[in-house]
Protein backbone atom coordinates (compact mmCIF):
# COMPACT_ATOMS: atom_id res chain seq x y z
CA UNK A 1 0.00 0.00 0.00
CA UNK A 2 1.50 3.46 -1.13
CA UNK A 3 1.82 5.94 1.54
CA UNK A 4 3.14 9.21 1.43
CA UNK A 5 6.46 11.16 3.17
CA UNK A 6 6.65 14.61 2.88
CA UNK A 7 9.49 16.91 3.48
CA UNK A 8 10.73 20.17 2.95
CA UNK A 9 12.08 23.40 4.64
CA UNK A 10 9.37 25.17 7.31
CA UNK A 11 10.33 28.61 7.59
CA UNK A 12 10.70 31.00 4.77
CA UNK A 13 11.68 34.66 4.26
CA UNK A 14 9.28 36.81 1.53
CA UNK A 15 10.53 36.70 -1.94
CA UNK A 16 12.13 33.08 -1.03
CA UNK A 17 10.91 29.83 -2.61
CA UNK A 18 9.21 27.19 -1.36
CA UNK A 19 10.64 23.61 -1.72
CA UNK A 20 9.02 20.55 -0.93
CA UNK A 21 9.33 16.65 -2.18
CA UNK A 22 7.00 13.92 -1.20
CA UNK A 23 8.23 9.95 -1.16
CA UNK A 24 5.68 7.57 -2.90
CA UNK A 25 7.34 4.66 -1.27
CA UNK A 26 5.49 0.89 -1.15
CA UNK A 27 3.10 1.39 -4.54
CA UNK A 28 3.12 2.06 -8.33
CA UNK A 29 3.82 5.24 -9.45
CA UNK A 30 2.13 4.88 -12.80
CA UNK A 31 -1.54 5.44 -13.68
CA UNK A 32 -2.15 8.56 -10.54
CA UNK A 33 -2.03 12.13 -10.75
CA UNK A 34 0.05 13.17 -7.97
CA UNK A 35 -0.76 16.19 -6.48
CA UNK A 36 0.01 19.42 -3.99
CA UNK A 37 -2.65 20.97 -2.07
CA UNK A 38 -2.55 23.77 0.73
CA UNK A 39 -4.73 25.04 3.68
CA UNK A 40 -3.78 28.01 5.27
CA UNK A 41 -4.12 28.51 9.20
CA UNK A 42 -8.17 28.31 10.17
CA UNK A 43 -9.38 27.74 6.13
CA UNK A 44 -10.25 25.08 3.84
CA UNK A 45 -8.29 23.28 1.05
CA UNK A 46 -6.65 24.50 -2.20
CA UNK A 47 -5.50 22.79 -5.43
CA UNK A 48 -2.42 23.49 -6.14
CA UNK A 49 -1.61 21.45 -9.19
CA UNK A 50 -0.72 18.15 -10.30
CA UNK A 51 1.98 15.71 -12.44
CA UNK A 52 1.30 12.55 -13.67
CA UNK A 53 4.27 9.69 -14.24
CA UNK A 54 5.01 11.06 -17.35
CA UNK A 55 5.93 14.87 -16.21
CA UNK A 56 2.61 16.59 -17.76
CA UNK A 57 1.32 19.05 -15.00
CA UNK A 58 -1.65 21.24 -14.71
CA UNK A 59 -1.73 24.18 -12.75
CA UNK A 60 -3.87 26.05 -10.50
CA UNK A 61 -4.29 29.50 -12.91
CA UNK A 62 -3.98 31.41 -9.62
CA UNK A 63 -0.66 30.61 -8.79
CA UNK A 64 0.44 28.87 -12.26
CA UNK A 65 3.13 31.52 -12.54
CA UNK A 66 4.98 30.62 -9.82
CA UNK A 67 4.35 27.10 -9.29
CA UNK A 68 6.55 24.08 -10.78
CA UNK A 69 5.76 20.22 -10.07
CA UNK A 70 8.28 17.36 -11.10
CA UNK A 71 8.46 13.89 -10.69
CA UNK A 72 11.54 11.65 -10.33
CA UNK A 73 9.90 7.83 -11.19
CA UNK A 74 13.04 6.24 -10.39
CA UNK A 75 13.08 7.32 -6.83
CA UNK A 76 9.26 7.77 -6.93
CA UNK A 77 9.33 11.27 -5.75
CA UNK A 78 7.60 14.11 -6.91
CA UNK A 79 8.29 17.59 -5.39
CA UNK A 80 6.94 21.31 -5.45
CA UNK A 81 8.70 24.70 -6.39
CA UNK A 82 6.94 27.81 -5.37
CA UNK A 83 8.37 31.04 -6.13
CA UNK A 84 8.28 34.48 -4.96
CA UNK A 85 6.37 33.26 -1.42
CA UNK A 86 4.43 35.83 0.57
CA UNK A 87 2.64 36.05 3.80
CA UNK A 88 0.00 34.70 2.03
CA UNK A 89 1.34 31.54 0.88
CA UNK A 90 1.62 30.51 4.85
CA UNK A 91 0.11 27.10 4.97
CA UNK A 92 -0.04 23.41 5.62
CA UNK A 93 1.25 22.15 2.20
CA UNK A 94 -0.58 18.72 1.70
CA UNK A 95 1.27 16.15 -1.21
CA UNK A 96 -1.57 13.52 -2.03
CA UNK A 97 -2.45 10.96 -4.60
CA UNK A 98 -5.20 11.22 -7.04
CA UNK A 99 -6.45 8.12 -8.61
CA UNK A 100 -7.80 8.36 -11.81
CA UNK A 101 -10.87 6.70 -14.10
CA UNK A 102 -9.90 5.85 -17.69
CA UNK A 103 -13.42 6.15 -19.64
CA UNK A 104 -13.70 5.64 -23.68
CA UNK A 105 -13.00 9.55 -24.79
CA UNK A 106 -10.27 10.36 -22.11
CA UNK A 107 -9.56 10.29 -18.27
CA UNK A 108 -11.07 11.71 -15.77
CA UNK A 109 -9.99 12.72 -12.20
CA UNK A 110 -11.09 11.00 -9.22
CA UNK A 111 -10.58 11.18 -5.75
CA UNK A 112 -7.33 12.20 -3.56
CA UNK A 113 -7.17 8.53 -1.89
CA UNK A 114 -3.71 8.49 -0.14
CA UNK A 115 -2.42 11.63 1.58
CA UNK A 116 0.67 13.13 3.12
CA UNK A 117 1.95 14.17 6.86
CA UNK A 118 1.61 17.93 5.49
CA UNK A 119 4.30 20.42 6.16
CA UNK A 120 3.34 23.52 7.78
CA UNK A 121 5.06 26.35 6.29
CA UNK A 122 5.59 29.92 7.65
CA UNK A 123 6.81 33.34 5.98
CA UNK A 124 8.33 35.30 7.94
CA UNK A 125 11.58 38.62 7.89
CA UNK B 1 -14.88 32.96 -2.01
CA UNK B 2 -14.71 28.98 -2.78
CA UNK B 3 -16.56 27.57 -5.85
CA UNK B 4 -18.32 25.12 -4.05
CA UNK B 5 -20.41 26.41 -1.30
CA UNK B 6 -20.91 24.52 2.12
CA UNK B 7 -22.61 25.60 5.11
CA UNK B 8 -19.37 26.72 7.15
CA UNK B 9 -21.03 24.52 10.55
CA UNK B 10 -23.99 22.06 11.46
CA UNK B 11 -24.64 19.87 14.73
CA UNK B 12 -26.21 17.28 15.95
CA UNK B 13 -26.66 15.50 19.43
CA UNK B 14 -25.43 11.64 19.50
CA UNK B 15 -27.78 9.31 17.95
CA UNK B 16 -29.15 11.45 15.07
CA UNK B 17 -28.90 12.20 11.34
CA UNK B 18 -27.22 15.35 9.93
CA UNK B 19 -26.71 16.39 6.49
CA UNK B 20 -24.41 18.41 4.83
CA UNK B 21 -25.19 20.10 1.61
CA UNK B 22 -22.49 21.34 -1.12
CA UNK B 23 -23.91 23.28 -4.34
CA UNK B 24 -21.75 23.97 -7.34
CA UNK B 25 -22.50 24.31 -11.20
CA UNK B 26 -22.65 22.90 -14.08
CA UNK B 27 -19.20 22.85 -14.58
CA UNK B 28 -18.03 21.01 -11.66
CA UNK B 29 -20.78 18.75 -9.90
CA UNK B 30 -23.67 18.66 -12.63
CA UNK B 31 -20.89 17.72 -14.79
CA UNK B 32 -18.24 15.57 -13.04
CA UNK B 33 -18.36 13.37 -9.88
CA UNK B 34 -18.52 14.61 -6.18
CA UNK B 35 -15.97 14.03 -3.47
CA UNK B 36 -15.97 14.33 0.12
CA UNK B 37 -13.35 14.41 2.88
CA UNK B 38 -13.35 14.26 6.57
CA UNK B 39 -10.51 15.89 8.55
CA UNK B 40 -9.88 15.60 11.77
CA UNK B 41 -8.59 18.52 14.10
CA UNK B 42 -4.43 18.37 13.33
CA UNK B 43 -4.67 15.74 10.39
CA UNK B 44 -4.41 15.69 6.74
CA UNK B 45 -7.89 14.84 4.92
CA UNK B 46 -9.18 11.26 4.67
CA UNK B 47 -10.88 10.52 1.95
CA UNK B 48 -15.32 9.73 2.72
CA UNK B 49 -16.84 9.27 -0.02
CA UNK B 50 -15.98 8.70 -3.78
CA UNK B 51 -17.99 9.42 -7.11
CA UNK B 52 -20.64 10.84 -5.51
CA UNK B 53 -21.68 8.12 -3.16
CA UNK B 54 -19.27 5.32 -2.88
CA UNK B 55 -17.58 4.88 0.67
CA UNK B 56 -13.81 4.77 0.49
CA UNK B 57 -12.64 1.56 2.08
CA UNK B 58 -13.30 1.22 6.13
CA UNK B 59 -15.71 4.01 6.32
CA UNK B 60 -18.77 3.21 7.97
CA UNK B 61 -22.39 2.84 6.68
CA UNK B 62 -23.32 5.82 8.81
CA UNK B 63 -21.59 7.84 6.19
CA UNK B 64 -23.39 8.38 2.83
CA UNK B 65 -23.38 10.51 -0.29
CA UNK B 66 -26.08 11.62 -2.71
CA UNK B 67 -26.31 13.50 -5.96
CA UNK B 68 -28.93 15.72 -7.46
CA UNK B 69 -28.12 17.62 -10.09
CA UNK B 70 -25.16 20.45 -9.72
CA UNK B 71 -25.54 19.81 -5.75
CA UNK B 72 -24.10 17.15 -3.38
CA UNK B 73 -24.98 16.26 0.48
CA UNK B 74 -23.53 14.20 2.63
CA UNK B 75 -25.56 12.22 5.34
CA UNK B 76 -24.12 11.22 9.00
CA UNK B 77 -26.56 9.21 10.82
CA UNK B 78 -26.29 7.69 14.20
CA UNK B 79 -23.98 10.28 14.76
CA UNK B 80 -21.09 9.92 17.33
CA UNK B 81 -18.95 11.90 19.13
CA UNK B 82 -15.84 11.03 16.83
CA UNK B 83 -17.53 12.28 13.91
CA UNK B 84 -16.96 15.65 15.28
CA UNK B 85 -14.73 16.86 12.25
CA UNK B 86 -14.40 19.57 9.38
CA UNK B 87 -15.87 18.04 6.40
CA UNK B 88 -14.88 19.12 2.73
CA UNK B 89 -16.93 18.39 -0.45
CA UNK B 90 -14.63 18.63 -3.81
CA UNK B 91 -15.04 17.76 -7.69
CA UNK B 92 -13.27 19.06 -11.10
CA UNK B 93 -14.14 21.86 -12.51
CA UNK B 94 -14.64 21.72 -16.41
CA UNK B 95 -14.35 25.36 -16.76
CA UNK B 96 -11.36 26.23 -14.71
CA UNK B 97 -9.58 22.78 -15.50
CA UNK B 98 -8.87 22.80 -11.64
CA UNK B 99 -9.65 20.98 -8.48
CA UNK B 100 -12.39 23.12 -6.93
CA UNK B 101 -13.32 22.35 -3.01
CA UNK B 102 -16.07 23.46 -0.70
CA UNK B 103 -14.90 25.70 1.65
CA UNK B 104 -15.30 23.08 4.32
CA UNK B 105 -17.83 22.50 6.66
CA UNK B 106 -17.45 22.37 10.73
CA UNK B 107 -19.53 19.36 12.30
CA UNK B 108 -20.20 19.51 16.10
CA UNK B 109 -21.43 16.88 18.04
CA UNK B 110 -23.32 18.50 20.82
Known amino acids: QVQLQQWGAGLLKPSETLSLTCDGY????????WSWIRQPPGKGLEWIGEIDHSGSTTYNPSLKSRVTISIDTSKKQFSLKLTSVTAADMAVYYC???????????????????WGQGTMVTVSS | QSVLTQPPSASGTPGQRVTISCSGSNSNIGSNFAYWYQQLPGTAPKLLIY???QRSSGVPDRFSGSESGSSASLAISGLRSEDEADYYC???????????FGGGTKLTVL
Open chain 2, 51 to 53: RNN
Open chain 1, 96 to 114: ARMDRIVVINGILHDAFDI
Open chain 2, 90 to 100: ASWDDSLSVVV
Open chain 1, 26 to 33: GGSFSGYY
